[in-house]
């Protein structure tokens, strides 16, 4: 099956720097990708679609200054968390579907954010 | 905004008990999925029913659908240690582009 790899694992850092997190298909090529937050014991909340060689598609009440998300190339999207405060502190998740019109989705394994 | 919600948020059965987890929605759907989630893990796909379908079985699991109602459910059959994580319904809907909306998720305690 479609493999999605994430990194890293988990990062923690000071409050005001940026943190970049990994999100690439490793033996398939995805147009779209798919950034979700969760908090502890809760669902999963989109936040942004990737669109390879093109501005993401963010959710209402995302900040897209604040969540830079680049889709360079068709392996490879990248969020940004500019200037992290601890209210950023949370886990964040990206997802692919294997093809266009696919509709099940492959999960990297997820990225902890700790803000201190 | 979130599409599903789950019930129950909690569940704790013994090993070899059935256990079941229903999801709502809100707006119509081209599907349903199921993904289990294991704690701090990525999401894994496990089963996805269409909207013009109305049971599907994958090994242990059952899903069925009821589009009148706009609901399904989740049925694990002789549960294990292992099946203990946290299950979510997911929806790909008509409007608002193609991105698949999570519900609130069922965490389901299986002990041994």
């Known amino acids: 099956g479609a493999v999605v790899s994430q990194h890293p694992s988990w990062v923690i850092c000071k409050s005001g720097t940026s943190v970049k997190i990994e999100c690439r298909s490793l033996?398939?090529?995805?147009?779209?990708m798919f950034w979700y937050r969760q908090f502890p014991k809760q669902s999963l909340m989109l936040m942004a679609t990737?669109?390879?060689?093109?501005?993401?598609?963010?959710e209402q009440g995302v900040e897209k200054d604040k969540f830079l998300i680049n889709h360079a190339s068709l392996t490879l999207s990248t969020l940004t968390v500019t200037s992290a405060h601890p209210e950023d502190s949370s886990f964040y998740i990206c997802?692919?579907?294997?093809?266009?019109?696919?509709?099940?989705?492959?999960f990297g394994s997820g990225t902890q954010l700790s803000v201190l | 905004s979130q599409q599903g919600e789950e019930d129950p948020q909690a569940l704790s059965i013994q090993e070899g008990e059935n256990a079941t987890m229903n999801c709502s929605y809100k707006?119509?759907?081209?599907?349903l999925q199921w993904y289990r989630q294991n704690s701090g893990r990525g999401l894994v796909h496990l089963i996805l029913?269409?909207?013009?379908?109305r049971e599907k079985h994958s090994g242990r699991l059952r899903v069925t659908l009821d589009t009148s109602k706009k609901s399904s459910s989740l049925l694990i059959t002789a549960s294990r240690a292992a099946d203990t994580a946290s299950y979510f319904c997911?929806?790909?809907?008509?409007?608002?582009?193609?991105?698949?909306?999570f519900g609130a998720g069922t965490r389901l305690f299986v002990k041994a």
């Open positions: 997802s692919a579907r294997a093809t266009e019109t696919n509709e099940k989705l492959f």
């Open positions: 707006t119509s759907i081209n599907n």
């Open positions: 990737s669109n390879e060689g093109s501005k993401a598609t963010y």
């Open positions: 033996d398939f090529q995805a147009t779209t």
């Open positions: 997911a929806t790909d809907g008509h409007t608002g582009g193609f991105k698949t909306i």
């Open positions: 029913i269409r909207s013009n379908e």
